[in-house]
């Protein structure tokens, strides 16, 4: 059974392997910079199957406009179950209904995300960082 909590006491190592097994491209070998990551989100929320990490949603919001969903990472043997779907729907209980839920998409993942409810958006702008 997967459970899902926002009140785990992450730790980078746990976090970046669910980045390193969910394929996403993040800097997973650089461990003080996924714990700085954790120790600044406003909203994390964690999946777990018997006590091990398979899934994370990460957001920066100022729970009252809008709410940017920096991470959503799935480990590749939980993806396509439901497990990051249930993931925004936690971001979005906790944000509540006056804010708008962002996020900038993998190329592999545009598909993925109108399945759960967003939209694509045409009109975004962005400063890619410098590393």
């Not at 497990?83 to 993942?109: F, M, N, S, T, Y």
Request: with cysteine.
């Amino acid at each position: 059974m997967i459970q899902y909590s926002f009140d785990h006491n992450l730790q980078a190592s746990d976090v970046a392997e669910v980045f390193r097994l969910s394929g996403m491209k993040r800097p997973f070998a650089d461990l003080e910079r996924i714990q700085r990551m954790i120790d600044n989100a406003h909203v994390i929320v964690s999946a777990w199957e018997k006590g091990k990490m398979i899934g994370i949603a990460r957001a920066i919001t100022d729970f009252s406009y809008c709410c940017y969903l920096s991470d959503l990472a799935v480990i590749q043997q939980h993806q396509q179950v439901g497990v990051g779907k249930q993931l925004v729907q936690h971001v979005q209980d906790r944000i509540g209904d006056e804010c708008c839920l962002l996020l900038l998409a993998a190329p592999g993942a545009m598909d993925y995300y109108p399945k759960i409810g967003f939209e694509k958006a045409e009109n975004a702008f962005l400063i890619k960082r410098k590393q």
